[in-house]
């Protein structure tokens, strides 16, 4: 009887050992084609309108993107005919328009890039941003005495204004606290906007984040184009993919880049066309 309890009790503990032994396996994956990776914002202020170029890396490579410096990058009109041509700079690795330019809102646009033999192009319209009426701010315990949920501690923003544009509009609002670009997983979750959820006039629609005394906020709102906006989107969702059993496979979001030149060489990335409004403020200790 004992015997046979030893061998049990050593059969658990070989599968035990078994268990406890990871072996790390580095699998060999093919080694691809580098692909461009675009990104660019191009506004309606005159200024010197940037576009970065990159290139991909394979899935073990853990060094920087590395710059691509043979481009050819102009804005056109909607009839392709050029307005400015970009020139690459080895200072920032980035390429900028040749003077200050401003786009007009309520014209459409083409970026066009040439490289590796191939034409790009994305296509985008500068839409009338929406009117921002007001900007204020609540503390928590200001927002429990109102009978308003109450998420934290600190102060808490929100903006009142209206639509100008029929149908539905699209936006990103980005925050910068202190000189500091907010733009962690869940600000960028909450960052990308559709007036699908708050209509064409909205009251106290809130800012994402708290904030505390002495905080100096710079708010940004871009318009977006759709393409740019589903662009967002998808990459949102890609956030919210926990990689278990039963999510889809994670794959790159849906450029407004388009290959002219080969359809199925698709770049990464994407170029916003934007009107952008910027508001300022400061979180002062009530009195």
């Known amino acids: 009887m004992r015997t046979h309890r030893n061998k049990i009790l050593s059969l ?47 899935y073990y490579d853990s060094s920087e993107l590395a710059p691509f410096k043979d481009a050819e990058v102009n804005l056109m009109d909607h009839q392709h005919n050029i307005i400015e041509s970009f020139i690459y700079s080895h ?25 590796k033999g191939e034409i790009l192009e994305a296509k985008g319209k500068i839409f009338e941003n929406a ?50 670009f907010r733009n962690g997983k869940n600000d960028f979750t909450n960052s990308i906007l559709t007036s699908e959820y708050f209509g064409r006039k909205f009251q106290a629609l809130p800012i994402p984040g708290s904030f505390e005394e002495e905080d100096a906020v710079v708010l940004e709102l871009y318009s977006i ?25 994670p794959v790159n979001p849906t450029s407004n880049i388009k290959n002219l030149t ?18 300022n403020i400061k979180i002062e200790e009530r009195d």
């Open 131 to 180: 009117t921002l009426d007001s900007l204020f701010y609540l503390s928590a315990e200001e927002l429990k005495s109102i009978g308003k949920p109450v998420f934290g501690d600190g102060y808490f923003m929100f903006v009142n204004g209206e639509l100008n544009n029929q149908g539905i509009e699209y936006f990103k609002l980005d925050v910068t606290v202190n000189g500091y």
């Open 91 to 115: 200072e920032d690795s980035l390429y900028r328009s040749a003077s200050p330019i401003k786009l007009a809102v309520g014209k459409e646009y083409v970026l066009q890039i040439e490289a």
């Open 12 to 58: 658990i503990l070989a599968i035990l050992i078994s268990w406890s032994c990871v072996e790390i396996i580095d699998l060999e994956l093919p080694q691809s084609d580098l692909e461009l990776v675009i990104e660019g914002k191009l506004l309606n202020e005159e200024s010197l309108q940037t576009i970065k170029i990159s290139e991909s890396l394979n």
């Open 225 to 249: 184009n759709k393409d740019v906006y589903q662009y967002f989107d998808e990459f949102r969702n890609l956030f919210a993919n926990d990689g278990g059993v039963f999510s889809p496979p």
């Open 262 to 279: 080969n359809p199925d060489n698709k770049p990464l990335g994407y170029i916003q066309f934007s009107s952008v409004q910027r508001r």
